[in-house]
């Protein structure tokens, strides 16, 4: 079982729609959980960062986290073209050194 | 505040020459970095995880005497591709580590001809 899984896509939602984006992590131990983008061509930005169960607003973006179910989600309110991108799951690895990264989601908005 | 740095952003060179690439924190101290390889439409590659002061850690089947690595400060990493080849023609990204978020560089992208 990989250590962190993401369905690779591609998901398709229509400009304005909510993008929902789903990771699954193997590590029960595991206390933070971090969404990155990648545009093509581009390196990764951290776009957030989730601790504790429950939801975190950052604007049109919203992290979930469920550590019993071993899930974290990312909502994207009213996507937009400039959404379009690879949404990368990380968690931290064991021992919390380096950062176990899923394969990525990639997202296409269509105008 | 958290902003990494690399140069070069592209480099072309021959094959059989060596390349180095600067990796910077800019407004932190890093005591980790790490370096990391994407070849088109692929996912991320850790090559290995360079340390301040010590020695890297490198990922298996990553060459440690082809890849050479140097942490010289708490702001600078470098990566060396040694003899390079056409195969080495890669998107190299470095990052660094601020508690426990990793915040990338911008990457170089390397042709090796």
């Known amino acids: 079982q990989k250590e962190v899984e993401q369905n690779s896509g591609p998901l398709s939602v229509p400009e304005g729609a909510i993008a929902s984006l789903n990771c699954t992590y193997s590590d029960r131990g595991s206390q933070s959980f971090f969404w990155y983008r990648q545009y093509s061509g581009k390196s990764p930005e951290l776009i957030m960062s989730i601790y504790s169960n429950g939801d975190k607003e950052d604007g049109r973006f919203t992290a979930q986290l469920n550590k019993a179910s071993q899930y974290v989600s990312l909502l994207i309110r009213d996507s937009q073209p400039s959404d379009s991108a690879t949404y990368l799951c990380a968690v931290p690895g064991a021992g919390g050194f380096k950062t176990i990264f899923g394969a990525g989601t990639r997202l296409f908005v269509k105008a | 505040g958290a902003v990494v740095s690399q140069h070069p952003s592209w480099v072309i060179c021959k094959s059989g020459t060596s390349v180095k690439i600067e ?19 692929q996912s991320l590659m850790l090559m290995a995880t360079s340390n301040e002061g010590s020695k890297a850690t ?56």
């Open chain 2, 23 to 41: 990796c910077r924190s800019l407004d932190f101290q890093a005591t980790t970095m790490f370096w990391y390889r994407q070849f088109p439409k």
């Open chain 2, 58 to 113: 490198y990922e298996q089947g990553v060459e440690k005497d082809k890849f050479l690595i140097n942490h010289a400060s708490l702001t600078l990493s470098t990566l060396t591709v040694t003899s390079a080849h056409p195969e080495d023609s890669s998107f190299y990204i470095c990052s660094a580590r601020l508690v426990d978020e990793q915040f990338f560089g911008p990457g170089t992208r390397l042709t090796v001809l």
